[in-house]
């Protein structure tokens, strides 16, 4: 840039600012360094340098100004020299822990070390060749750098952070009917981060399904996996389980395993052993059972009739003293899914035999 004589001069230089940014002002007068301005690591603009710079100089017996700008930030550290090392250089934690980090410089014959947490920023430590610093693990937006000026330049590592939080799985579903399709839900509440976690379904002792999360939140948060199923009475007993776990690969700490189960329980209306129609033998005047056997889930209850008047009777068997032939039996299972009834015709033995033979002459003739 030139600047004629007698011109009145204004040097400004805008948008260019940083906490800790190194500005040299070079100002020559015909090839000659008349002055240098260095603004180290104070908080100062390019151009309030400037200002001052110009206000040394008389403008009107200048012929040529150059002017040369000069920064050192922390984009200019090399990457091969970079000398600090962080150990460990990832910390994975749980919600509220604290970590000790240990930054170690190669290099001794540096500027100042420290550490910058967040907005906070701790003393420079000239002569330290290690600054261990406590990472408090409360806030999952946490930020850790360990910087260090060498050289006029300066170099930082960042620590990389994950911030869990062990989930809590609640395991719920509705009552199950036979024939019906059913979800099991497998609710994780308050877990971080939850692209760590993964939910691992069994069948008994089969693993069945596995489900995994692609959010990339950081703060704690609440998932559910879902499970479809089919029932029939055959998985009665049945145990499904799930389990839910943060997994943060080989070289990550091993986080508890937690799981819910829930043993099946099939709902079906109670349907009865054999025929629903018996015919029985009975001698006028004997003592005779009847059985009526019914499988269901609940459990039935029953209900006995003769000739449709009620009896007091509650049970899968009737006992019955001094029956009489001719009549009419009937038994009721009842659940709340169904009521089938079954039919005892209670025949003399003297008419059975009769049929018989006569279902033999029949066949004879």
Not at 87 to 109: A, F, K, L, M, Y
Not at 275 to 301: F, H, M, Q, R, W
């Amino acid at each position: 840039m030139s600047i004629p004589t007698d011109y009145p001069t204004t040097l400004n230089i805008t948008n260019v600012y940083h906490t800790f940014l190194v500005i040299r002002i070079y100002l020559y007068k015909e090839s000659v360094l008349i002055f240098l301005l260095k603004s180290s690591d104070i908080c100062i603009t390019a151009s309030q340098i400037c200002d001052m710079a110009l206000c040394l100089l008389e403008t009107s017996c200048m012929k040529t100004l150059l002017f040369c700008l000069s920064t050192d930030a922390d984009s200019t550290c090399p990457k091969d020299s970079n000398p600090l090392q962080l150990e460990p250089s990832e910390v994975i934690g749980e919600h509220g822990d604290e970590v000790i980090v240990n930054c170690t410089s190669s290099s001794e014959d540096h500027d100042g070390m420290y550490w910058i947490n967040g907005d906070n920023r701790t003393d420079s430590q000239e002569d330290a060749a290690f600054f261990p610093y406590s990472v408090s693990l409360s806030d999952y937006n946490v930020t850790a750098e360990c910087k260090i000026k060498v050289n006029s330049s300066e170099c930082g590592k960042e620590l990389g952070i994950t911030i869990y939080i062990t989930p809590l799985s609640i395991f719920h579903v509705k009552a199950m009917v036979e024939g019906e399709q059913y979800e099991l839900h497998c609710d994780i509440h308050e877990v971080a981060p939850v692209q760590n976690l993964t939910v691992r379904w069994y069948k008994d002792s089969q693993l069945i399904h596995t489900d995994s999360f692609t959010d990339t939140i950081k703060t704690q948060v609440n998932m559910s996996s879902i499970l479809t199923i089919n029932i029939s009475r055959g998985d009665s007993g049945v145990q499904f389980k799930c389990e839910a776990q943060l997994d943060f690969g080989p070289s990550g700490p091993v986080t508890p395993v937690l799981f819910a189960t829930y043993n099946i329980s099939v709902d079906y209306a109670p349907e009865f052993k054999g025929n629903t129609t018996d015919l029985i033998s009975v001698k006028e005047g004997d003592d005779v059972t009847l059985n009526c056997e019914a499988e269901g889930n609940p459990p039935p209850s029953f209900h006995w009739t003769r000739d449709g008047v009620n009896l007091m009777a509650n049970t899968s068997n009737l006992s019955i003293t001094q029956v009489m032939a001719g009549s009419v039996y009937t038994c009721t299972a009842h659940n709340y899914l169904g009521t089938p009834t079954k039919l005892y015709h209670t025949l003399s033995s003297v008419f059975i035999l009769l049929g018989l033979f006569s279902k033999m002459f029949d066949l004879i003739m």
